[in-house]
Structure formats: structure tokens, C-alpha cells
């Protein structure tokens, strides 16, 4: 578990940083602790995308996580890279590479 600071999640969704929605999602994600997880396998980024479901809950289907778990896309329940390059941009920023197994 971990408890992201303002100055990492700014680094983390820097591409979000003009959307009106920005200052609600740090103050979001900053409500408590968050689990960053790393998978690794053959096509782990778009079957990880599956496995999340559509970014609206709404759109999600039933099985995945977002469609049987999330609420509100301004509230999502899980985030997952979108592309092996964010991946590992990502993954570096989470962890140290001594604490991946």
C-alpha cells in the first residue's frame, strides 16, 4: 500500500494536468492509501485493459472491475497503463526496481 503525494500523482497523470477534472481527481486519489500493483506476461497491457474494463463504469461490462465494481468515472475504482511505454513510465515511478519480484 502506499499514500501518493500530491507531487506524485501530479507526475503520474501529468498528461490530465489541463482537464477541468484534475484538481478532483488528486483530491480523489489523495483520500487514502492506494494498492500499485505490476503484472507482467504476453500482452499484459491490453489484456490488463480487458481484465479493467471500460473506463466509464457504466460502458464496462459485467466480469470486469470497473463493471462490477465502479460507480462514477470521477471516482474510479482502478487504473491501469495504457500502453507498454506508460507502462514501464509508470512502473518506475511506483516502484524501486528492488521491490519487484
Known amino acids: 500500500m502506499a499514500t501518493p503525494t500530491e507531487a ?3 507526475e503520474h497523470y501529468a498528461e490530465l494536468k489541463d482537464k477541468p477534472f484534475f484538481p478532483k481527481l488528486l483530491k480523489y486519489m489523495m483520500m487514502g492509501p492506494v494498492v500499485p500493483m505490476v503484472f507482467e506476461g504476453n500482452d499484459v497491457v491490453a489484456n490488463g485493459r480487458k481484465m479493467l474494463g471500460a473506463t466509464k463504469p457504466s460502458e464496462s461490462n459485467a466480469g470486469t472491475i470497473r463493471g462490477d465494481y465502479g460507480i462514477d468515472v470521477g471516482r474510479n475504482i482502478v487504473h ?4 507498454v ?3 514501464k513510465r509508470e512502473v ?3 516502484f524501486k526496481p528492488e ?3
Open 8 to 10: 506524485h500523482l501530479k
Open 99 to 101: 521491490e519487484l519480484n
Open 92 to 94: 518506475a515511478l511506483w
Open 80 to 83: 491501469g497503463s495504457d500502453s
Open 85 to 87: 511505454p506508460t507502462a
